[in-house]
Every structure is written in structure tokens, then in C-alpha cells.
């Protein structure tokens, strides 16, 4: 089973729109890491932010805001008033206990397409 | 401060070929990484290294597949006997390495190309 599911394979809109990129995870710990990366097209990947299972506080940063749901194992990622500049494919990731928490399982990824 | 850097690349060699692929991490930090991502999918896990030791090698595919880390810094992985199944982007990341969980941060990878 997968573990981390990004079940949007792309998504298209146009500046200025808001959008939701969707995350579920399966773990069988209580204790794990959820993290979100950023790849331009450059093909670097960009940290975006790491939650740990214990804080579900939502999450702003400027346009960026990020909502953790433990009840449905989920971890959405919103950017709103989006721009050209924020085209990229992005991933999220599951880091958990009983790997030492040293192994990072990735979701396929999201592409998104910005136009102007 | 200077992120991750990895060298070549880009390489392209021939099946049966062998190739090296180095990777020098954040300046201090201890926790080492290597990720393979083939086209349209996510980086997955080969191997983790904990100061100059191998501590998870599970991700590593088989035994063509090797990476040292001698010195607790620069990292070499090296595929023996190229196939084109190896054909991907390998990416190397690195952490603080003093606790669990921390953020892993990527280099920008080496395109490997197997002819």
C-alpha cells in the first residue's frame, strides 16, 4: 500500500487563484514526520516545512499555508493568490519511529502549472 | 552558508560501465543521504549514513550498488556494471544527524544516463 498518496498527478490554474494540493499518509506509529518539498524545474528540491505528528496547529507562511489532520491522516497544502513563480512539481514526504525516522518515503508528486 | 553540492551533473556511460557519483554535504552536518528518482516519480530511499558508517543500507537495489563515507563528509556512491535501468537522477541530502526527524536538505543531483 502506498504510504504517502498524492492523488493529484497535476493541476493547472491561473495566477491569483488559490490551491490545494492534497496529501494522505498511512503509518502504523504514533510519532512521525510530515514534510512538504518544492521542485522548480531546475530540479532541485526545495524544503518547504517539516510538522511532527504531535502538532497539529495549522501552518501559515506568507501565501503558503498548510493543514495537518491526524483524524483523516492528512496533510493539505494551500497557496493562495498563486504565481507563474510557484510552478513546480511538489512532494510530500512521511518520515516515521521505526526507521529511525532517517528515511523519507515520498508521494509521487504534484504538478502544478501556473499560468499568467 | 554553501547547501549541498554533487558532482557530475550530468553522466552518461554505457551499459556494463562503472560510475561514481559524489556528494559533499552541508558543512557539520553528520546525517547523510541518497535518493534515487526516476522519471515522474519521487525520490526513493537507497542508503543513510550516520558519520562515516552505513547505518540503513536496506534502499540499495542490489549488489551493483555501493556508497562509502570515509571520512564523515564527501560521500561516493558507485554502481558497478551499468544497466539502463539505472537511467535516473541521484540525489544526495544531509541533516544535523543529532535527532530524529530532521530536515533532510538536497543537492541538485546527478543525472545518470545508461546508453
Known amino acids: 500500500a502506498q504510504k504517502v498518496t498524492q492523488a493529484q498527478t497535476e493541476i493547472s490554474v491561473v495566477e491569483k487563484e488559490d490551491v490545494t494540493l492534497d496529501c494522505v499518509y498511512e503509518?502504523?506509529?504514533?510519532?512521525?514526520?510530515l514534510f512538504w518539498y518544492k521542485q522548480p524545474p531546475s530540479g532541485e528540491l526545495v524544503f518547504l516545512i517539516r510538522r511532527n505528528s504531535f502538532d497539529e496547529q495549522n501552518e501559515i507562511s506568507g501565501r503558503y499555508s498548510w493543514n495537518f489532520q491526524k483524524s483523516t491522516s492528512s496533510f493539505n497544502f494551500t497557496i493562495t493568490a498563486s504565481q507563474v513563480v510557484d510552478s513546480a512539481v511538489y512532494f510530500c514526504?512521511?518520515?516515521?519511529?521505526?526507521?529511525?525516522?532517517?528515511?523519507?518515503?515520498f508521494g509521487t508528486g504534484t504538478r502544478l502549472l501556473v499560468s499568467p | 552558508g554553501a547547501g549541498v553540492s554533487q558532482t557530475p551533473s550530468n553522466k552518461v556511460t554505457e551499459k556494463g560501465k562503472y560510475v561514481e557519483l559524489r556528494c559533499d554535504p552541508i558543512s557539520g552536518h553528520t546525517a547523510l543521504y541518497w535518493y534515487r528518482q526516476s522519471l515522474g516519480q519521487g525520490p526513493e530511499f537507497l542508503i543513510y549514513?550516520?558519520?562515516?558508517?552505513?547505518?540503513?543500507d536496506s534502499g540499495l537495489p542490489n549488489d551493483r550498488f555501493f556508497a562509502v563515507r570515509p571520512e564523515g563528509s564527501v560521500s561516493t556512491l558507485k554502481i558497478q556494471r551499468t544497466e539502463r535501468g539505472d537511467s535516473a537522477v541521484y540525489l544526495c541530502?544531509?541533516?544535523?544527524?543529532?535527532?530524529?526527524?530532521?530536515?533532510?536538505?538536497f543537492g541538485p543531483g546527478t543525472r545518470l544516463l545508461v546508453l
Open positions: 549514513f550516520q558519520g562515516t558508517g552505513a547505518a540503513d
Open positions: 541530502a544531509s541533516s544535523l544527524g543529532t535527532t530524529g526527524g530532521e530536515t533532510q536538505y
Open positions: 514526504a512521511l518520515s516515521e519511529r521505526h526507521t529511525g525516522f532517517q528515511k523519507l518515503v
Open positions: 503509518t502504523r506509529d504514533t510519532t512521525y514526520y
